[in-house]
């Protein structure tokens, strides 16, 4: 259970930070990096969500509102590092049915919509405006991701990467699914503005 007494504690200030295990690492490190981008995305669904919560979009609100809720596990995920030593709880770990349900939800918003014949522009109706930049910031994360699991003796799980790969796909059908309902997506035409 989490309990947040005081905001402001002052340990950050030598410019670390802890760890769930409380370890603490540098601020820039790409474990922070990671786990603090995956907030990042998150925060700009919340602004997604300001334009999906209505009886026209509710059905996408209800996604976003459990993908908000993956993305805190994601982040707890990234926050517990698997170095092997056996912890006094069980560390929450992104599991293969989150990464099967994000799937199968990019699924059924892709099945009503048009195949692609061009590549999209960000934009259109402000929801799926935001959906695009959430989508590049999911992308950042899972830069960073692959970083962190490129460093010796850091672990990141499959599941993990695998969800966040899949995640930037579900924003980008999302935010073409919400196109769809408001005059379409926006699309680019290669060399229109050259003249």
Not at 144 to 160: K, T, Y
């Amino acid at each position: 259970m989490v309990v947040l007494n005081k905001i402001y504690t002052k340990t950050g200030d030598d410019g670390t930070t802890g760890l769930s295990t409380g370890q603490r690492l540098p601020k820039f490190h790409a474990r922070i990096a990671s786990y603090g981008t995956v907030d990042e995305a998150n925060s700009v669904l919340g602004v997604v969500r300001l334009h999906t919560a209505g009886d026209e979009m509710s059905e996408l609100d209800v996604m976003l509102a459990r993908i908000q809720n993956d993305m805190f596990d994601l982040g707890a995920d990234l926050c517990t590092p698997d170095n092997g030593e056996e912890l006094a709880w069980e560390p929450l770990r992104i599991k293969q049915t989150q990464v099967d349900r994000l799937e199968a939800e990019i699924d059924q918003l892709n099945d009503k919509l048009e195949p692609l014949r061009s590549f999209v522009l960000p934009g259109g109706h402000p929801a799926a405006a935001y959906l695009h930049q959430a989508r590049t910031v999911c992308r950042r994360a899972e830069r960073h991701i692959v970083e962190l699991a490129s460093i010796p003796g850091e672990q990141v799980s499959l599941e993990a990467s695998t969800y966040l790969n899949r995640l930037s796909d579900f924003m980008f059908v999302a935010s073409r699914w919400v196109n769809a309902r408001h005059n379409g997506d926006v699309l680019w035409q290669p060399g229109a503005t050259q003249d």
